[in-house]
């Protein structure tokens, strides 16, 4: 039997998006004369807001869009990570085939601006590592793979990543809910169909092997 875990962020109007100065939506109530019925327009979405897939053309040029990525249920690996940095200590072994979840605990500040400073985030030698192990996509609980350098952005994993053709799922949370499961654990972030665009909201789950 398997217990399902929801990773995903929930989004309201006020909730922010990467860097952290910008809503992730805006949207307006339409008048359709009736008291029974509601219906809502999007006037502004940003793709990176919240609980979201990083396809690979978002740093690979001809790479799969958000409506390219082949929906697979992953069995996953969820790492926790201590330290300010996600480093090549913190890859596993058995990546291959795999999705490896990375708890740092960042998740605790989501919904904050603060979320968006200081973040954890992962070192070129980290994602290159998990290239050559052979990953089938990264999750973890912070709003980037990667953080600034000097103050300025910087991506080298997400060009590593991405150029390695593996999806990015960021804003991960409740990854530590999995963290004392000792049997198998599977995880799915389907994005939207969405042709030419470089990433997607999600929802994202565990399905958590109960014995």
Avoid at 41 to 65: I, K, N, V, Y
Avoid at 162 to 184: D, F, M, S, T, Y
Wanted: charged content about 20%; hydrophobic content about 40%; overall charge negative.
């Amino acid at each position: 039997m398997f217990t399902l875990i929801d990773l995903t962020q929930t989004l309201d109007a006020k909730s922010l998006s990467y860097p952290g100065t910008v809503r992730t939506w805006t949207a307006e109530r339409q008048d359709v004369r009736s008291d029974l019925a509601t219906l809502t327009r999007f006037s502004d979405f940003d793709p990176h807001g919240g609980t979201h897939l990083d396809a690979p053309l978002h740093f690979a040029p001809g790479g799969a869009d958000a409506a390219g990525v082949p929906l697979r249920l992953f069995p996953a690996i969820v790492v926790p990570v201590g330290s300010p940095r996600i480093d090549a200590d913190s890859v596993p072994e058995n990546c291959a085939g795999r999705a490896v979840l990375f708890s740092t605990g960042w998740e605790d500040r989501a919904g904050t601006a603060d979320y968006y400073e200081g973040f954890p985030s992962m070192t070129l030698e980290a994602a290159q590592l998990l290239v050559d192990r052979g990953v089938g996509l990264v999750g973890l609980d912070t709003p980037s793979v990667d953080g600034r350098t000097d103050g300025k952005p910087s991506y080298p994993a997400h060009e590593i990543l991405c150029g390695a053709g593996v999806p990015i799922v960021e804003g991960l949370v409740n990854l530590r809910a999995l963290l004392p499961v000792e049997g198998e654990i599977l995880f799915a972030a389907f994005p939207l169909k969405l042709r030419g665009i470089e990433a997607s909201p999600v929802r994202a789950v565990a399905l958590a092997r109960e014995d």
